[in-house]
DNA sequence: TGGCTAATAGGTCAATTGTCCTAGTCGGGC
DNA sequence: GCCCGACTAGGACAATTGACCTATTAGCCA
């Protein structure tokens, strides 16, 4: 096998089990049963568990700009890419329910651990609002734009806690609907204002 | 020093570290060294750490019914009550900005730990859900109650996770005037339709 | 005072953790 | 055929964990 077949799969099962069962609670042992490898084959790829930590928030970062950009490219008007945003907590229920959002997760369990690499993490979520905010310019909302990015933002992670806590689809169903009118109302009134 | 002395020591030690550490994270050496107490003594007390997780909880849920019958007496009108709700993210914003919100971060944590007492620990995040639909039922807003109810505590779980996330004082505030509008806008449609 | 029980201290135990080392295998280039 | 580097296996290591035990003290009651 080649070496970079083994260390991406060390990757991608990392990246799972980080989100199944949090970053300090997943062991060497989860992640080298998971690829089938031996614990000693893994200190050739990885030096330390934090360096394990850090490639699977870039693998993260880099999921995340691909999916940005495929949204970029399939959705023409603003509203639309920032309602695709707000789908995936629809499209992702049955992880959510059960793990949680994967983004705000880590993030708050790197900030209770005050792990050096939360700074990192954090970057995945300002990736989101970033791109959020460019979206709600498009859309001419101005200097409100950061706002309705953040209000957008903390609105998925509201919804992904309490999906994982109450298990209730047709709750998470009332609050796209609600959001999504919420954002035709932001959206006729910069078009009106523009 | 009383039995009971010790014991409650443990247990407020413990919560604060479960909040500010997590759960897992939390060792026994840490808890008695918070309280300043010997290890062996601690099995006196409790014989496992998942004893002092359900004494922790049972505290924590005894702690939320006191504050939440101090605002059924203090506060007269339900929407005044359900302000006092929204403005404990103002509150508590300085631990939260530290460690989030006590309860979503641990009814998270304990769900990816698949921990038994998960579904205890839900029963804090349910006493909010619970009485904030009564609050609303009060106020009028007859079948629609428990979709606002549920919308006011996923917002405040999306507040406090984002706000641990980016530190945004100015955030945490115009959210806040944000719901709390939204909360008026509630009440004047349901006391126009009663 | 003597005795009994609640409470505490300190240490042991096996299991698991992240880290690290060494011996060995495999495959392509000389 | 040989060699060298990439890769792997398996285990050693100290440290930490939750759990558990025993000896000792403190406080109260008779």
Known sequence: MAAGDTRKQIIDAADDLFYGLGFSQTSFADIAAAVNISRGNFYYHFKTKDEILEAVIDKRLADRETLLSRWDETAARPEDRIACFIRIVIANQTKIMAYGCPVGTLTTELSKLDHPAKDKANRIMALFRDWL??????????????????????????????????????????????????????????????
């Not at 859309?139 to 933002?153: E, F, I, P």
């Not at 999906?163 to 796209?176: L, T």
């Open 133 to 194: 905010v460019r979206q709600f310019e498009v859309l001419g909302t101005g200097a409100l734009a950061k706002d309705h990015a953040l209000h957008v933002l903390g609105w998925s992670q509201g919804v992904a806690t309490l999906a994982q806590a109450f298990k209730d689809e047709a709750y998470v169903q009332r609050e796209v609907d609600s959001i999504l009118a919420w954002l035709d109302g932001v959206r006729s009134a910069a078009q009106a204002a523009g």
